[in-house]
């Protein structure tokens, strides 16, 4: 890992210290240094297990058991999990600026977990269960639940997670506030995303076009590096607790 470039993280800074109103943008990658694996890249989900399998509606109509398994398990990793220093800085940021949005892809609670206030969960939350059949939101649904009964709604319908699945709509209320916070901001950072899951993707873009500035943290350059204004290659970890300690001096 090159290291970390210090004019970058000098003009991250700045950019940080004028702030007064940011919107963040995380992906799976804040969460990788607290042992939740990402998506994509060498050790990633979708190298080991297929989407169409596992995370849509057709593999859950086919195949419940299994897709319960996988969630299952995904949620004894995440709850083994704690916050990183990437979540943390997160808060302090969050802390220090007059208007806050964390918008997220990762299903996981780590930044609720480590302080994180105004967060929205893109694609849902995988402790949260809701009908297949009449939609109800029923309840919260650990890994300790796992038994040999899939779980029911009220209505006898088989409880599915309540995420969002390839194919399938994001929920309209998330999206709309966040593109609604977003257009009043000063400054956007994206941190831990591939950037090529829809409509997060649009996100970096949509921010460049109303000439918000925009800075993006991720371990390797991304489709949206060349459109950003500072873009840091390293650890969401490393990076984003040194740029709070530059905010401190
Ligand atoms: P991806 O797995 O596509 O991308 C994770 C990104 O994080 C990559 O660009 C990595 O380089 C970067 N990364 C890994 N470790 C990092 C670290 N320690 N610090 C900074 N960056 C790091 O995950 P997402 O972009 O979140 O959707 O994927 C978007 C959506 O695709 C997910 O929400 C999920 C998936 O399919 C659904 O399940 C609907």
Redesign the pocket.
């Known amino acids: 890992m090159p290291a970390i470039d210090g004019d970058l993280m000098d003009q991250a800074a700045g950019l940080l210290k004028k702030a007064r109103s940011l919107f963040v943008l995380t992906?799976?990658?804040?969460s990788?240094?607290s042992g939740v694996p990402?998506?994509?890249?060498t050790d990633?989900f979708w190298k080991n297990y297929s989407?169409e399998q596992l995370?849509t509606p057709d593999a859950f109509a086919k195949n419940p058991r299994l897709v319960w398994e996988w969630y299952h398990w995904r949620q004894g990793l995440i709850l083994k999990a704690e916050p990183n220093p990437g979540h943390h800085a997160l808060v302090e940021i969050e802390n220090r600026v007059e208007r806050f949005l964390l918008l997220t892809?990762?299903v996981d609670d780590l930044h609720s977990r480590a302080g994180s206030k105004n967060v929205l969960q893109l694609?849902g939350n995988i402790f949260r269960a809701r009908c297949s059949s009449c939609g109800k939101e029923d309840r919260r649904i650990g890994d300790k639940n796992a038994s040999n009964r899939l779980p029911k709604c009220s209505c006898g319908g088989l409880l599915r997670p309540d995420?969002?699945?390839?194919g399938e709509l994001i929920p309209s209320d998330v999206w709309r506030d966040s593109l609604k916070f977003l257009g009043g901001v000063d400054l956007a950072l994206i941190?831990?995303?591939?950037?090529?899951?829809w409509p997060?993707a649009a996100i970096p873009g949509i921010a460049c076009e109303r000439g918000i500035k925009t800075i993006e943290?991720?371990?390797?350059p991304?489709a949206i590096s060349s459109i950003v204004d500072v873009s840091i290659v390293g650890?969401?970890?490393e990076i984003l607790p040194q740029l709070v300690s530059r905010l401190r001096s």
């Open positions: 992906g799976a990658g804040i990788a240094e990402t998506f994509r890249g990633g989407a995370a892809q990762n694609h995420v969002v699945w390839f941190c831990g995303t591939s950037g090529v899951v997060a943290i991720n371990l390797e991304t650890k969401a970890g």
